[in-house]
């Protein structure tokens, strides 16, 4: 299947998808389910007008490639002797998350990397729950967060 027949197929929207899966006999999603719960965000993105740009889509694949305003760079550094990747968020030791940034660079050249962790184990993100999502953002003061040295922006980021 071609780049463009998929786009199209994706651009016709969520009431296409839900009267073609009528059309061919099969049932609709049970509310409560985790696919009617997916398909109402889906729906609610859509007349929000919030969408972001689909530059891939595959169902089959189950993937999908986003333009984002915000590119991210994975670099290669050294911490403590051994290799990393700058700025990808990863499972914790001391917290529940960690990830390393660069803090500038040294005298020969070399990138300064600061290890930072962050939010608590055992508690759940909760990010597709809008509520919880905006009132946690705002609380945080989430669109003030601009540097990377820190374990607030990294926690904004997440969420």
């Not at 696919?35 to 919030?50: I, R, T």
């Not at 911490?79 to 660079?105: A, E, P, T």
């Not at 050249?109 to 993100?125: A, E, R, Y």
């Amino acid at each position: 299947m071609k780049l463009t027949n998929i786009l199209d197929e994706q651009s016709k929207g969520l009431w296409h998808n839900i009267n073609q899966k009528k059309k061919s006999g099969r049932k609709s999603a049970r509310k409560g389910s985790k696919a009617y719960k997916a398909a109402v965000k889906a729906g609610n993105k859509l007349k929000k007008g919030k969408s972001e740009n689909v530059l891939y889509r595959s169902n089959k694949l189950r993937i999908e490639i986003i333009e984002h305003s915000e590119p991210v760079l994975f670099t290669e550094a050294e911490y403590q002797g051994r290799k990393i990747k700058l700025n990808k968020i990863m499972q914790g030791d001391v917290k529940k998350f960690k990830v390393y940034v660069s803090n500038g660079k040294n005298k020969d050249g070399s990138l300064k990397v600061k290890k930072v962790n962050f939010g608590q184990k055992g508690m759940v993100i909760k990010k597709d729950n809008p509520g919880a999502r905006k009132s946690f953002r705002a609380r945080h003061k989430c669109d003030q967060k601009k540097d990377k040295t820190t374990a607030g922006y990294w926690s904004c980021r997440k969420w």
